[in-house]
């Protein structure tokens, strides 16, 4: 019973722990809880059914602004807008009152929908049920302050964006010990290919190319403090036929110049295998919910969360994937990255225009694409 009961405190405090795990929320049931259950939602106030916000262009539509100490562990949201949506809403989440967000990302990309279309899938931290409900489980503690925005970038009203923020909040100070959630957007529509003077990826040209330190790899994510990487969500148009994973994943950890933790291919590193197969699949902590066909048009999205060991860090952090064997391709990528970090962090790129976020075919020749 003791082991049991320290199990569950520590769930409840440390973003490492919290489980999506059945057992774990069975077995910490019987446990007496020392925090107040709180929401942030969009209901009508007036006590009736109009229980949705409206954002119009260049409208910021604050979703939670509410003091700590205090931990989210549930953030639901769902919509009825015109336009591509899913690209030009931002959400920004700050901590502490801090002056620059720790997450920044389109509303789509975030829960790993970044080709600006709905894809249901299931993973541990993140869902997409139908019908166009978003769905959060990372755990997002903070001690003096929370504040989290929408901005509506479009040209286009959200007429009805609903939502609900689930969390706990406490009377006493959070270990000192917690780290702060961050999630990064970043893309590259397209990459930079040094070449499209090649057909298949078993070309000499190809084949033959090296990379042993990470030139020009496609970056999910670079932090500067002590924390740890607990995943990634990435969106791709193929500009180009053939098969686009046959990057390797590149962790540089305290400012390695060669990489610690390199892998053996796109797909690999999503933990699937040969060109993940002839379907869709999502899993709890991997998953390819969209799986586009091997030419140019082609889309496709997939994720990758560490919650069994994330990547620790104790200085800096920069996470990257090639894009194709030593970086030949130029696919259109968009991604997050997901961490947890001391503060301050370090600043993050500027957010592309809305127009440069959506997915476009690039005339950026090769095979099955005619551009020069």
Not at 28 to 44: E, N, T
Not at 130 to 158: C, W, Y
Not at 189 to 212: C, F, R
């Amino acid at each position: 019973m003791k082991n049991l009961l320290v199990l569950f405190a520590c769930c409840m405090f440390s973003p490492l722990l919290f489980a999506q795990n059945a057992s774990e929320w069975l077995a910490g049931l019987p446990q007496a809880k020392d925090y107040v259950q709180k929401r942030a939602s969009s209901y009508d106030r007036s006590g009736g059914n109009a229980d949705y916000r409206r954002i119009a262009p260049g409208e910021t539509l604050v979703l939670m602004d509410e003091r700590g100490p205090g931990e989210i562990t549930h953030f639901w949201t769902t919509m009825w807008a015109e336009g591509p949506a899913l690209k030009a809403l931002v959400l920004r989440m700050y901590w502490d009152e801090e002056t620059t967000p720790s997450v920044e990302s389109p509303l789509g990309d975030f829960f790993g929908l970044g080709l600006g279309d709905y894809v249901i899938y299931e993973s541990a931290p993140l869902n997409v049920a139908p019908n166009r409900a978003l769905n959060s489980f990372f755990p997002m503690p903070f001690q003096k302050h929370a504040r989290i925005t929408l901005t509506n970038e479009g040209s286009k009203n959200v007429a009805s964006f609903y939502f609900n923020i689930d969390y706990r909040a406490y009377a006493q100070a959070l270990p000192a010990d917690l780290l702060y959630f961050h999630a990064q957007y970043r893309q590259a529509s397209p990459n930079h290919g040094w070449t499209n003077q090649w057909q298949s990826n078993g070309d000499k040209i190809v084949e033959d190319k090296k990379n042993p330190n990470g030139a020009d790899n496609y970056v999910w994510m670079e932090a500067k403090g002590r924390g740890h990487f607990v995943g990634v969500t990435m969106s791709l148009l193929q500009n180009q036929d053939g098969w686009w994973g046959e990057g390797d994943d590149m962790f540089f950890i305290d400012g390695e110049q060669i990489p610690s933790i390199i892998g053996t291919g796109s797909e690999d590193y999503f933990l699937g295998a040969f060109s993940f197969g002839d379907r869709p699949f999502a899993y709890a902590q991997f998953g390819a919910p969209l799986k586009g066909e091997e030419r140019a048009g082609a889309r496709t999205s997939v994720y990758r969360f560490h919650l069994d060991s994330p990547i620790t860090f104790t200085k800096s952090l920069k996470a990257t994937i090639e894009h194709g064997h030593a970086n030949v391709r130029s696919d259109n990528y968009f991604s997050v990255a997901y961490w947890y970090q001391t503060e301050p962090h370090a600043a993050f790129p500027a957010l592309p225009a809305l127009q440069d976020r959506l997915p476009l075919l690039h005339p950026v020749g090769g095979p099955g694409n005619t551009g020069k």
